[in-house]
């Protein structure tokens, strides 16, 4: 009898958290660090917002571990809930995404754990386009502050050398 709770505890141990996570649907916004990125950047992008299996298929089972999985990312994925109507972020998990190779190791559960912690899964090929955009916008973003240094300097030359000599 006891060997039959035990089993039906264990099942349920694995379920529960796989089940919040579809129960509470999407995820608000993640954070991402990495190279390149000073800081961290919050995107909202709901390709990579809006489903658990955004990076990685978790379901389909672990991958052996890569030898090199080259450059990653690490993305906290949060949500937002609203107590006496002010914000409180919850990091959920946190997870490494490889883009360049398609490798995902997820670290785990924040507050938890779950079958899928510490464990390497291939990658979804559908989160790469949406990640290299948000990528591509914060690189422009970074660069604008020194696009309009450079065109302040160049309108200061021709007005100088315009000025009369004498």
């Not at 694995?14 to 996570?21: E, H």
């Not at 690189?139 to 007005?159: D, E, H, Q, S, Y």
Request: proline letters at 8%.
């Amino acid at each position: 009898m006891f060997k039959k709770y035990s089993i039906l505890l264990l099942a349920l141990g694995l379920f529960i958290p796989s089940a919040l996570v579809f129960a509470k649907g999407g995820f608000d916004y993640i954070t991402i660090k990495g190279p390149g990125i000073t800081g961290e950047i919050n995107v909202t992008n709901p390709a990579l917002t809006q489903d658990f299996f955004a990076f990685a298929d978790f379901s389909q089972g672990e991958v052996p571990a890569p030898v090199n999985p080259g450059q990653g990312y690490q993305v906290v994925r949060v949500y937002v809930e609203f107590t006496d109507s002010k914000p409180k972020d919850l990091p959920f998990d946190q997870l490494h995404y490889y883009p360049y190779t398609g490798y995902v190791y997820y670290d785990g559960l924040v507050e938890g754990s779950s079958e899928y912690d510490g464990k390497w899964y291939a990658a979804n090929p559908a989160a790469e386009a949406p990640f290299r955009s948000v990528l591509v916008q914060r690189a422009l973003l970074a660069w604008i502050p020194f696009g309009v240094l450079v065109v302040a300097l160049i309108g200061f030359v021709i007005v100088y050398n315009k000025k009369p000599k004498g």
